[in-house]
């Protein structure tokens, strides 16, 4: 068995969220926003609502914005955050996969990998990873799932192939099948007391939303937005035509009733039977609520700012002569705090991997240390740098220590020994001379 229907309905649900950043929503038929975009503007005709459905981008500014300031920490394993929290931003969880990797040593070396974050869940108390592969077999499209299932000591890896993306039947199949996961094995040994994946401790607390699954009811609207505009747009360069009391030809009258301008003649006559006056008549499609549907854009966008904490510069409003300093110094304050929040969440599980790693050794042969060290969120120049550094030591609040560690971003303690030794010699030396 693959999953059960708790397990597939979580996983759907978590792939839905990861969807909102790829823009990968705006292609799903089973999207509410999609849904309704087909059919208000085009007649539910997937295909055509495929090609016109624009989009405003925000979801991924969003979390790009937010990912960019979290940035990564300087430790002494190397380790790209930003996958990790466009999964936290997106999914709500963050997903570090450790594997052992051969090192010309009988002990080998241990990695961190990412996982992403809605491939993962926990169920029955074992953490689970499921990856789906598409594969092209003989011009027909298969699909496999590779379940991965985390135990203490080590790793069981199944595959299985299904008929159609969404089916309840599957089959059990060689992990040679596909060439995906050709070189994995039934079971990897992981010689660790514990399961090899570590993910954020939120996960409990469901009733929190993740940052883009608050703004997705605003964001959808604001598509809708987007497709209105740019059909309007379309419709008015394509003007109706009404013909009052002319003489069409029938060769020019289609079987609805419509009629084929490229089968009119050059010279039309009006229909004299009739014994009125003929006329032509163009009616745009100019819509008056355009530019109200514009102005309520920038409200929403702004409802968007309020609840992420992103400056309204960041969403392409500029907000430099609209409001004061000390408001936008407190917007900036709320982002900061939102950015060091989520590095507080990283954080923990960042000291608890490096703890798997005290026993290896870095390239200069010292053993790694689990420390977990973060740039400031807004960088200072060295000059402001050293200002503020220079007075908190000289107020007893930052030791030479961690004046030496920050301004020189030092994180090995020998090399901070090492610097304030000879900062003590130089120092010495003068009051000889």
């Not at 500029?318 to 304050?333: D, V």
């Not at 960042?350 to 870095?362: D, P, V």
């Amino acid at each position: 068995m693959i999953y059960t229907t708790a397990e597939q309905t979580k996983l759907a649900n978590q792939s839905r969220l990861k969807d909102l950043y790829t823009n990968d929503y705006l292609n799903d038929e089973y999207n509410q926003n999609f849904k309704i975009i087909n059919d208000l503007y085009f007649n539910n005709n997937s295909n055509r609502c495929k090609l016109f459905n624009v989009w405003t981008n925000l979801f991924s500014t969003v979390a790009d914005t937010i990912s960019n300031f979290v940035w990564s920490p300087y430790m002494d394993i190397k380790l790209n955050l930003n996958k990790y929290t466009i999964d936290l931003l997106s999914v709500w969880k963050a997903v570090f996969g450790i594997k052992r990797v051969d090192n010309w040593t009988v002990n080998w070396k241990l990695e961190v990998y990412h996982i992403p974050a809605e491939n993962h869940l926990i169920s029955e108390g074992l953490n689970k990873v499921f990856t789906m592969y598409k594969n092209l077999e003989k011009d027909e499209v298969v699909y496999y799932i590779l379940k991965q299932t985390f135990w203490i000591w080590f790793i069981e890896n199944k595959l299985y192939k299904l008929s159609k993306i969404i089916d309840n039947t599957w089959l059990e199949v060689p992990l040679d099948t596909i060439p995906e996961t050709a070189m994995l094995k039934d079971m990897v040994k992981t010689w660790m007391d514990k399961s090899a994946i570590f993910y954020t401790d939120i996960n409990s607390l469901d009733w929190i939303q993740s940052e883009l699954d608050k703004i997705k009811n605003i964001v959808y609207s604001l598509d809708r937005k987007a497709v209105m505009f740019e059909t309007q747009f379309l419709w008015e360069i394509e003007q109706f035509k009404i013909f009052e009391n002319i003489n069409i030809p029938k060769v020019a009258i289609n079987d609805n009733w419509t009629v084929s301008l490229a089968k009119m003649p050059k010279i039309l006559t009006t229909d004299t039977t009739l014994w009125a006056k003929g006329d032509i008549r163009y009616i745009n499609n100019k819509n008056e609520l355009i530019n109200d549907a514009i102005a309520y854009e920038q409200v929403q966008i702004k409802k968007i700012s309020s609840a992420t904490s992103v400056p309204l510069d960041f969403l392409w409003i500029n907000t430099s002569s609209a409001i004061s300093w000390s408001s936008r110094e407190i917007m900036i304050s709320a982002f900061i705090k939102k950015v060091q929040n989520y590095r507080n969440i990283l954080t923990e599980s960042l000291i608890e991997i490096l703890k798997l790693f005290e026993w290896q050794k870095k390239e200069d042969w010292s053993l790694i240390e689990s420390y977990v060290i973060w740039d400031d969120i807004i960088s200072k120049n060295d000059k402001d740098l050293a200002d503020e550094l220079k007075v908190a030591i000289k107020t007893w609040l930052i030791s030479q220590y961690t004046w030496i560690q920050k301004y020189q971003k030092l994180q090995n303690p020998i090399d901070i020994e090492k610097e304030i030794n000879l900062i003590n010699n130089t120092i010495n030396d003068e009051d000889k001379i």
